[in-house]
């Protein structure tokens, strides 16, 4: 069974960056997919981002597209997003997710394992 842990959440002010880390255990991420989800309080949880096992095909929402990166290493079994130029409206709970997918590819709507996400705050 894989597991999913985030990391790299916290506080900054509008602006300034912060990259998040999703480590795979229980399974080797070289054969899924990873998304990054986020959820503000009272909106639903929306896609941010998402690549294929391969570390092709990222696909971004438009909120994000331009300031946000995804990527990952499979060496050390985990995925990243890189966040720059964040803005308040940024603020959320944000949740890596996986899809085994080993053709590549990448779908917000398919994912079967989650993290239990790490809070992102962006304020003055």
């Known amino acids: 069974q894989l597991q999913l842990v985030e990391s790299g959440g916290g506080w900054v002010q509008p602006g300034e960056s912060l990259q998040l880390s999703c480590v795979g255990s229980?399974?080797?991420?070289?054969?899924?997919?990873i998304a990054w989800f986020r959820q503000a309080p009272g909106k639903e949880r929306e896609g941010v981002s998402c690549?294929?096992?391969?570390?092709?095909?990222?696909i971004y929402s438009e909120a994000v597209k331009g300031r946000f990166t995804v990527f990952k290493h499979n060496t050390k079994n985990t995925a990243y997003l890189r966040m720059t130029n964040l803005k308040p409206e940024d603020t959320a709970v944000y949740f890596c997710?996986?899809?085994?997918?080993?053709?590549?590819?990448?779908?917000?709507?398919?994912?079967?394992?989650w993290g239990k996400g790490t809070q992102v705050t962006i304020s003055s």
């Open positions: 997710a996986a899809e085994r997918r080993p053709g590549g590819g990448c779908s917000f709507g398919n994912m079967n394992y």
């Open positions: 229980g399974r080797i991420l070289d054969d899924y997919a």
């Open positions: 690549i294929g096992n391969n570390g092709g095909n990222a």
